[in-house]
């Protein structure tokens, strides 16, 4: 059973398009986000969401938003792509715990590429 | 947000223990220290969290000092397979401001 999924895999799209992907958990969190990773491999929190709050990474452009149908699914639709969005982008989800620990799922991700 | 920051890379040989240190200066009271593995293709993997001194699981410990400015992933006697890509990520207590660092490749040699 995959914990966080993401679909597509692969994506790939022209400048000027609007896309979505795709993330659902199966693990019952109550928190969802989502990363992008570029090609040196940094790691960046885009939004972290659960059924209270949204928080926004302030350097995410307002082309980027993230939505909720349901506690389980987080999805990210992208308007008019530009190539510095070519990215690999991870689906997280998780769970506080007693004593402040919790742990991250990552989904497979998804590679992006604006050509 | 607390700024992280790593080594870039890191050799090592199986069967060693390997420490990789991360620096997060501006840490806050609230704030928790978690390592991920990364290997290619996939998403990172919790290894293990901490907010002050010393924790240990099956796989890794972590330890940090009392002014919780650096941290360090202790990962005993690696083998192959530990070649990865390790980050730090120091966030708040409730999970929703993070900052990872920019990561570390540690290579693992026969």
């Known amino acids: 059973d995959t914990a966080v999924s993401q679909t597509p895999k692969y994506l790939v799209t022209q400048m000027g398009n609007d896309k979505s992907i795709k993330c659902e958990q199966n693990?019952?969190?109550?928190?969802m986000y989502w990363y992008k990773q570029d090609s040196k491999k940094f790691l960046k929190i885009m939004f972290s969401y659960n059924n209270k709050e949204l928080i926004i990474n302030e350097t995410v452009p307002n082309r980027f938003s993230p939505k909720s149908p349901d506690k389980a699914h987080l999805n990210l639709h992208i308007n008019s792509l530009e190539l510095g969005d070519s990215a690999v982008y991870f689906c997280a989800s998780s769970q506080a715990l007693a004593g402040g620990v919790y742990e991250q799922y990552f989904g497979p991700g998804t590679r992006l590429t604006v050509t | 947000l607390a700024k992280t920051t790593q080594p870039i890379s890191m050799d090592s040989y199986e069967g060693q223990e390997v420490n990789i240190t991360c620096s997060h200066n501006n840490i806050a009271t609230n704030d928790y220290i978690t390592w991920y593995q990364q290997f290619p293709s996939q998403g990172p993997r919790f290894i293990i969290q901490?907010?002050?001194t010393k924790v240990t699981n099956e796989v890794a410990s972590l330890f940090i000092p009392a002014d919780r400015k650096s941290s360090t992933l202790s990962l005993p006697r690696v083998s192959l397979s530990d070649t990865a890509v390790y980050y730090c990520?120091?966030?708040?207590?409730?999970?929703?401001?993070?900052?990872f660092g920019g990561g570390t490749r540690l290579m693992v040699k026969p």
């Open positions: 693990l019952g969190h109550d928190t």
């Open positions: 901490g907010y002050k």
């Open positions: 990520l120091v966030s708040n207590n409730a999970g929703n401001m993070l900052t």
